[in-house]
């Protein structure tokens, strides 16, 4: 076990994280999307939400603040809000994007996390920052 490091990231999403540069761009996506089908690289997180998820990933994550930090798809939900708000607190943007667009930039991520979040249209895309010394 680490100290410090949030018991809901494992060694395969670490690793992810670790892995990325600044500008990769991660995908948090519900139980519903196709995630097997579209990843590059694919971290499952079973019993976790969106929300949960993106909350751990944020402790250790530095979001791009320079530009748009994320994306969601259009349609609005009241889960879109939480996640939008965690994203704010550390300087980030979100922008909504048609569900086309969105899905295309799942597609082109380094990374998806799966979880089995029931909830839907609840996905995120963050991109990474850089961090200073």
Do not use: C
């Amino acid at each position: 076990m680490l100290i410090g490091i949030d018991s809901r990231l494992g060694p395969d999403l670490l690793h992810v994280l670790a892995s990325m540069g600044h500008g990769d761009t991660l995908a948090i996506v519900d139980g519903n999307y196709p995630a097997e089908r579209d990843a590059k690289r694919l971290v499952r997180m079973s019993g976790h939400t969106v929300s949960s998820v993106l909350e751990a990933v944020l402790t250790v994550f530095p979001i791009e603040t320079d530009q748009v930090t994320g994306w969601m798809p259009e349609t609005e939900r009241d889960i879109h809000l939480d996640l939008m708000t965690q994203v704010h607190a550390l300087g980030g943007e979100i922008t909504r994007l048609q569900d086309s667009e969105f899905y295309q930039s799942v597609k082109q991520a380094f990374a998806i996390v799966a979880t089995t979040d029931s909830l839907l249209f609840n996905n995120i895309v963050i991109t990474k920052g850089a961090r200073g010394v």
